[in-house]
């Protein structure tokens, strides 16, 4: 006899949070309208995410999803390339008698849009936040002087800011 595969048992509000991550792949909004509570839904989130069952089950939906659209990289980033070349293509512009001016105009609102999301895919942009103490001076830690609470409290704090950081 086989052994069968054993499908991953989820709970019904992790299904529903897959469901809502699909919808929309924010993991916070998704958390919230799973059911978790908003008030930690910050932390809910990412932390579903992290999940491997969760996980396993939301890349093979985005699969499933791609093979239906025939949507790969290759095709994302050959029409990036496109749309790049097209914004950039200078259009002649004309008066109000449909005369040429001798000037031209480019799309480069499109041309930038394009261009910041092959720069994301290849990693050429990181997006930072810096954080500053009072006065925009540098923050002040006396380490010795906090208890173990207080410097773990800190430490979240931080990676929450983190997170939310990267989320943007």
């Known amino acids: 006899?086989?052994?069968k595969e054993?499908?991953?048992?989820l709970t019904p509000r992790q299904q529903k949070f897959i469901d809502e991550y699909m919808i929309s792949p924010n993991a916070t909004q998704a958390a919230i309208?799973?059911?978790?509570s908003p008030k930690d839904a910050d932390v809910q989130g990412p932390r579903l995410?992290?999940?491997v069952r969760?996980?396993?089950v939301i890349e093979e939906r985005q699969a499933v999803i791609a093979a239906k659209a025939a949507v790969s990289q290759e095709y994302v980033l050959v029409n990036l390339k496109d749309v790049v070349a097209r914004c950039l293509q200078a259009e002649p512009v004309y008066d109000k008698f449909g005369h040429p001016t001798g000037e031209f105009a480019f799309d480069s609102k499109g041309a930038t849009a394009a261009l910041q999301l092959l720069g994301?895919?290849?990693g050429i942009f990181i997006d930072r936040k810096e954080i500053t103490g009072p006065n925009g001076g540098p923050l002040q830690f006396d380490v010795a002087k906090m208890s173990m609470e207080e410097i773990q409290a800190e430490l979240e704090r931080m990676k929450k800011i983190n997170e939310q950081?990267?989320?943007v």
């Open 1 to 3: 006899m086989e052994p």
């Open 6 to 9: 054993i499908t991953p048992v």
């Open 33 to 36: 309208r799973a059911g978790y």
């Open 49 to 51: 995410l992290g999940n």
């Open 54 to 56: 969760i996980a396993r």
């Open 120 to 122: 994301k895919y290849l």
């Open 165 to 167: 950081t990267i989320d």
